[in-house]
């Protein structure tokens, strides 16, 4: 198992984890250790795909609360090589995304 860690803005969605070969998410972490709530936005596509469409966004507008974390583990997402997983959050506040994977 290997892990990513990127830290979020409120620009344009960070690629927080680009899949090279086939591999499995088995948990995603966003960690806001700032003071104040902010708003993720989490995103899924495939190699093919644009993060800018709308189709591609499977967690919109989550809100986090001041020092504290959204885990998601109980979905797994498969990934084929070159997927990829982007997001951002609503205000440049101290969020760190962690994504946590295994090659399949």
Same mark, same amino acid.
């Given at each position: 198992?290997?892990? =990513?860690?990127?830290?979020? *803005? !409120?620009? *344009?969605?960070?690629?927080? %984890?680009? #899949? #090279?070969?086939?591999?499995?998410?088995?948990?995603?972490?966003?960690?806001? $250790?700032?003071? /104040?709530? @902010? =708003?993720?936005?989490? $995103?899924?596509?495939?190699?093919?795909?644009?993060?800018?469409?709308? !189709? *591609? @966004?499977?967690?919109?507008? &989550? *809100?986090? #609360?001041?020092?504290?974390?959204?885990?998601? %583990? =109980?979905?797994?997402? &498969?990934?084929?090589?070159?997927?990829?997983? %982007?997001?951002? &959050? #609503?205000?440049?506040?101290? @969020?760190?995304?962690? &994504? /946590?994977?295994?090659?399949?």
């Amino acid at each position: 198992m290997a892990i =990513q860690n990127t830290r979020l *803005t !409120n620009s *344009t969605a960070a690629n927080i %984890y680009a #899949s #090279s070969g086939n591999s499995a998410i088995t948990t995603i972490h966003l960690c806001n $250790y700032s003071g /104040s709530s @902010v =708003q993720a936005n989490i $995103y899924i596509a495939p190699s093919s795909g644009n993060v800018a469409n709308s !189709n *591609t @966004v499977i967690y919109g507008n &989550v *809100t986090i #609360s001041a020092y504290n974390t959204l885990i998601i %583990y =109980q979905e797994k997402f &498969v990934m084929a090589n070159g997927d990829t997983i %982007y997001a951002n &959050v #609503s205000a440049n506040a101290s @969020v760190t995304a962690t &994504v /946590s994977y295994i090659g399949i």
